[in-house]
Nanobody, 124 residues
Framework: QVQLAESGGGLVQAGASLRLSCAVG????????LGWFRQAPGKERECVAA????????YHADSVKGRFTISRDNAKNTAYLQMNNLKLEDTAVYYC?????????????????WGQGTQVTVSS
């Protein structure tokens, strides 16, 4: 059973940077499309970034494009989300998720394996 564990969240001021990590256990990261999702209070969970198995093709939501970057190190079974110039509206619980497919997807329903989430809070 694949297990995902996020780390790296925290409380930061607007304009700061954070790097989230997603460690994969019980499986091989290279077998999965990897997505980063977030859910703010009262809002639906949304995909902010995703990467194909080899990391060559990526997706970034318009709201984070130019500020967030998804990457993955399959040799380390770890994926990352580098978040720069954080804004108040980036405050949310961030989840990594894995889908056993080849093409990118932004749909929650396409991802079978989820981490427990890590809180990111951006203050003014």
């Amino acid at each position: 059973q694949v297990q995902l564990a996020e780390s790296g969240g925290g409380l930061v001021q607007a304009g700061a940077s954070l790097r989230l990590s997603c460690a994969v256990g019980g499986g091989t990261l290279s077998s999965y499309v990897l997505g980063w999702f977030r859910q703010a209070p009262g809002k639906e969970r949304e995909c902010v970034a995703a990467a194909t198995r080899n990391g060559i093709s990526t997706y970034h939501a318009d709201s984070v494009k130019g500020r967030f970057t998804i990457s993955r190190d399959n040799a380390k079974n770890t994926a990352y989300l580098q978040m720069n110039n954080l804004k108040l509206e980036d405050t949310a619980v961030y989840y990594c998720a894995a889908a056993q497919r080849y093409s990118l997807s932004t749909l929650n329903s396409d991802y079978r394996h989820w981490g427990q989430g890590t809180q990111v809070t951006v203050s003014s």
